[in-house]
């Protein structure tokens, strides 16, 4: 089966710019959840949506917003770019969420953005 | 400090040798998870643990309750386990469907 699937893999935006990332979770997996990678800060956790409903958030600024659709599929954007938001931006898709007992987690390739 | 650290940072071991990387973590957790990392950031999930041990192939996983700690073991290593390793924790929150990562161990195997 497909596995998850992020779109774009670069992008490069200008300072200033806003930027919509994509993440299409595997079929059936109802739980997408956000994650940046930076050098600095390592792997950071940004939100998790559950059946359309952000569940959880991480410490981010309000310029980093998201959603969910009823097919699970999810979107991140990030408003008005810094060049400290440069990272590798992960999604990973998992069948439930914490009520529903423990579930195993899938990445996807993630999308490396660059701020200039 | 950081709710996971992971030791070493790097390491570099010749082909065939055995390979432990080690988790430590202070917020009470229901899984604590192992992944792997290549070059190009692409992320594979190896081990989802919530006791016990766990073994897939040449990779054993263990986790101490107790003790909060976790370690990852590689047998005859192979130069294409070079990657970097990170733990995470899921924390044992209600309502939350997250990980807390380690800062990863970058494993170098030469041939």
């Known amino acids: 089966k497909a596995g998850v699937t992020q779109t774009p893999r670069y992008l490069i935006k200008t300072r200033g710019q806003q930027v919509t990332l994509s993440c299409s979770p595997i079929?059936?997996?109802?739980?997408v959840s956000w994650y940046q990678q930076t050098p600095g800060q390592g792997l950071q956790f940004l939100f998790e949506y559950f059946s359309e409903t952000q569940r959880n958030k991480g410490n981010f600024p309000g310029r980093f917003s998201g959603r969910q659709f009823s097919n699970s599929r999810s979107e991140m954007n990030v408003s008005t770019l810094e060049l400290g938001d440069s990272a590798l931006y992960l999604c990973?898709?998992?069948?439930?969420?914490?009520?529903?007992?423990?579930?195993?987690?899938?990445f996807g390739s993630g999308t490396r953005l660059t701020v200039v | 400090k950081n709710e996971v650290e992971q030791s070493p940072q790097n390491l570099t071991a010749q082909e065939g040798e055995f390979i432990t990387i080690n988790c430590s973590y202070s917020v009470g957790i229901s899984a604590l998870h192992w992944l792997q990392q290549h070059p190009g950031g692409g992320i594979v999930s190896l081990f989802m643990l919530s006791s016990g041990k766990k073994k897939h192939g040449r990779l054993i996983a263990t986790i101490n309750i107790q003790e909060k700690h976790s370690s990852l073991h590689i047998t005859a290593s192979h130069p294409r386990d070079s990657a970097v390793y990170i733990c995470?924790?899921?924390?044992?929150?209600?309502?939350?469907?997250?990980?807390?990562f380690g800062q990863g161990t970058r494993l170098t195997i030469n041939p």
């Open positions: 079929s059936g997996h109802r739980s």
């Open positions: 990973a898709s998992s069948l439930g969420t914490w009520w529903r007992g423990l579930y195993g987690y899938t």
């Open positions: 995470a924790a899921h924390p044992w929150i209600q309502g939350a469907q997250k990980l807390v």
